[in-house]
């Protein structure tokens, strides 16, 4: 992926989302997705160092529900601040794999 989310922002890959014409997330009850992109952290404004960030690539999380920005040119992707992950689930079980 080219885009390159600045200081606390996450690109997450969405599962189950709904898009109007204009690209709009709508629909969407609890907005999950995986993350494959983070920024470097926030700078605190104590010392000017930048604040560890608390999600890394392939987690697979929960966002607060309009809290995402649809992505320019990269279809079923958002962009968000990371203080909008309100959790880090477990992830998915793949489609036909038999287990409960």
Do not use: F, H
């Not at 907005?31 to 926030?42: E, L, Q």
């Not at 697979?60 to 809290?67: H, I, L, W």
């Amino acid at each position: 992926m080219e885009a390159k989310p600045t200081a606390s922002g996450v690109i997450i890959k969405l599962t189950g989302e709904e898009t109007t014409e204009g690209g709009l997330i709508v629909n969407m009850a609890q907005p999950t997705g995986t993350i494959v992109a983070i920024g470097p952290g926030a700078y605190n404004l104590t010392d000017g160092s930048r604040l560890d960030m608390q999600t890394k690539v392939g987690d697979y999380v929960q966002v607060e529900q309009n809290r995402m920005i649809p992505l320019i040119g990269y279809e079923g992707y958002a962009i968000t601040a990371e203080e909008y992950v309100v959790a880090i689930l477990p992830q998915p079980k793949a489609a036909g794999s038999g287990k409960t």
